[in-house]
């Protein structure tokens, strides 16, 4: 199930890779590395003149403006009223930086209250700067005072009345009073005065949103990622709202490829949308027009189309697809991973060492890609070659020791393989110790555990506080449900109760629904149920190629 997580991050790289108007510079392991010693010099400067001189306030406060940068809010806290203490009153400059640096960091904390503070302190040294008027402005919609917010946009209007902020801001103003008309005709003038900025139509989405004007919003966005040079906030914010608003930004994306027809990046933002959200069937018709139309021949539109074939299992298409994406990028691990699955169980299924085959490829390249490793490990089961999965499981763990999947897989060969409960239950122990994220498997290790009460307790969490409306947290209640294996509510079965849940928000893995038994998160004993093929047969729809 890992394959199908798409955080929001993930996806807007992808979309950002693929199109052509945007240009992004992506950060490396070693970028990262280069920057954090760089950060560790730099600090090791600070704390050494400190050390020698605690009084030297300059560098002090720039320490402090480090540690914000670090995200070490409270250490730059502590900095900077050091800092306000020891500045003579004469250099108000930096007093007013020093206030100005410590709402900032307030407002990073969200304590709105002392952010205001600092800002009326900053405003007695210098009543007229702009910056400190802005936060005063924001932070007073933050916590609620809209008079004292319009008052403080009014004046940045009445300084530069071609501020589309300020003007963002007094339409969120009216919005939350009720006024739509003044609120959108906020908006509608800062899209008026710069049809070619981005920013514009993002913030009239963001009032439109609070207008309850969904397609429109969305439509704003997309029209944000068309006119921009840099379209990343656009894209993530398109993204986010399809999390709650999902039929009105597939909607939106829609109609905009039916008004321009050749333009390849509207189809692509839909599929990874649709992909997002594990309606593989919308996804797959997207990529397909994509392909078939000669909109872009780029190595991750066969992949993701290979990948939605798979779920479907339409096992030859996503072998030709998973092929060409390989062909254009033969060190993109993670499309191995999705070859192996698809070549093991096409045709009659079980070609596992055809699979092991493919996945020795991708080792071949990086003998410590995780996912190649886990999927490994897991034919490897499949053949029965237990000893040899939990080598390989255990060279997962080298490289990630916290991967909770990898570490449900281990505890499972122990089980149920090794008869070793007692490595069982170390590994199972430490999965339960993870926090509720759905993919940390935590309900799985503490079933295992025998805390049966606890574990759907887990269960019922990731279904309220599951907001993608693809039906995945219902797909994982209904895999722990099974295993279980208890009836709730009469004679009505919990598991296929979440079953239906899964399906009605649109889960679309035919994949999932009839094949993968692999551990931990399968549905092979919702499968024993004579209602279950009833249950599919009502829900064709979800595994077919459809607008």
Not at 466 to 487: C, K, R, T, V, W
């Amino acid at each position: 199930m890992m394959r199908t997580q798409m955080t929001m991050k993930c996806l807007v790289l992808l979309l950002l890779a693929l199109t052509p108007m945007i240009s992004s510079a992506q950060l490396t392991d070693e970028d990262i590395r280069i920057r954090n010693r760089i950060n560790e010099a730099v600090m090791g400067v600070y704390n050494s003149a400190l050390d020698k001189d605690p009084s030297d306030y300059n560098t002090r406060f720039a320490r402090a403006n480090q540690l914000y940068y670090n995200g070490e809010y409270d250490l730059a806290i502590a900095d900077v009223k050091q800092v306000i203490d020891a500045i003579p009153n004469k250099e108000k400059e930096l007093r007013f930086d020093s206030y100005l640096l410590l709402a900032t960091l307030y407002d990073a904390k969200g304590e709105y209250d002392h952010e205001i503070d600092a800002l009326k302190e900053a405003s007695a040294i210098n009543a007229t700067s702009m910056p400190c008027i802005d936060m005063l402005a924001k932070v007073s919609y933050k916590v609620g005072d809209l008079d004292a917010a319009e008052r403080n946009y009014a004046t940045i209007l009445r300084d530069n009345p071609l501020s589309y902020d300020a003007m963002y801001g007094m339409a969120k103003i009216e919005a939350k009073r009720g006024n739509f008309e003044k609120a959108a005709g906020y908006v509608d003038r800062a899209v008026n005065l710069f049809t070619a900025e981005p920013q514009v139509y993002i913030n009239r989405s963001d009032v439109l949103m609070m207008m309850e004007q969904y397609e429109p919003a969305a439509q704003d966005l997309i029209s944000a990622l068309s006119v921009g040079s840099d379209s990343g906030s656009a894209i993530e914010a398109l993204v986010k709202m399809s999390d709650t608003k999902y039929d009105a930004v597939m909607n939106a994306l829609a109609n905009s490829y039916e008004k321009a027809p050749r333009v390849g990046t509207f189809y692509y933002v839909r599929a990874m949308i649709a992909i997002r959200h594990f309606h593989y069937g919308q996804a797959l018709k997207d990529l397909k027009s994509i392909i078939d139309n000669n909109l872009y021949d780029y190595h991750s539109i066969y992949y993701n189309a290979a990948l939605c074939q798979r779920e479907l299992t339409q096992w030859d298409d996503a072998l030709g697809n998973v092929n060409k994406a390989i062909a254009l990028a033969p060190d993109e691990l993670s499309y191995y991973v999705l070859k192996a699955s698809i070549v093991q169980y096409r045709g009659k299924g079980n070609n596992y060492d055809a699979a092991i085959e493919v996945l020795n490829q991708a080792l071949a390249k990086n003998g410590q890609y995780l996912d190649a490793l886990k999927a490994k490990a897991r034919v490897q089961l499949a053949q029965r070659k237990d000893k040899e999965a939990l080598a390989t499981v255990n060279t997962a763990l080298s490289t990630s020791s916290t991967d909770a999947d990898a570490l449900m897989l281990r505890g499972w060969i122990y089980k149920y393989r090794l008869n070793n409960a007692a490595q069982a239950k170390a590994d199972f122990e430490r999965v339960a110790q993870m926090d509720n994220d759905i993919h940390h498997l935590k309900g799985f290790a503490l079933h295992e555990l025998g805390q049966e009460d606890d574990a759907r307790a887990w269960a019922k969490k990731i279904v309220e506080d599951g907001i993608l409306p693809g039906g995945e947290s219902y797909f994982y209640a209904a895999a722990l449900h099974s295993d279980i294996g208890e009836y709730e509510m009469g004679d009505k079965v919990i598991c296929l109760d979440n079953l239906r849940s899964a399906l009605a928000n649109g889960y679309g893995s035919l994949y999932e629904m009839k094949v993968n038994e692999n551990p931990y998160v399968n549905l092979k004993l919702v499968r024993r149920y004579p209602e279950f093929n009833t249950i599919l047969e009502q829900n064709q729809t979800n595994f077919q190629e459809r607008r």
